[in-house]
């Protein structure tokens, strides 16, 4: 499957494999760094278990981590606009959700 660019200066042409299309659902994110680079490694934790597994890891340098913050505040501030205020909670200890 390929991604079709809109025309001009800036955009990259991307092909997306079918597998990658599919995507992978992540509850849990631990985040590591170095003076070079930043460690995303995604997983899954579900309730009753006691080991979970990383489905994807993400390395990428600081500049490309600051901007995907920027990219991700920007589609949360639409996502907001269209359908309203994320709602988000406190993890309890023992809790499923992200941690830095």
Do not use: C, W
């Not at 494999?17 to 992540?26: H, L, N, Q, V, W």
């Not at 579900?46 to 600081?62: C, D, E, N």
Request: proline share 6%; glycine share 8%; net charge positive.
């Amino acid at each position: 499957m390929d991604a079709k660019p809109k025309a001009g200066p800036g955009h990259i042409n991307m092909e997306l494999g079918e597998k990658e299309a599919e995507g992978i659902y992540s509850n849990f994110a631990v985040i590591s760094h170095s003076l070079s680079e930043f460690v995303l490694d995604f997983a899954r934790v579900l309730p009753g278990t006691q080991k979970s597994k990383v489905f994807a890891r993400v390395v990428m340098t600081p500049p490309n981590v600051r901007s995907l913050l920027v990219a991700l505040e920007t589609n949360i501030k639409k996502y907001e606009d269209q359908f309203g205020k994320i709602k988000t909670f406190e993890p309890q200890a023992k809790e499923i959700g992200f941690t830095t």
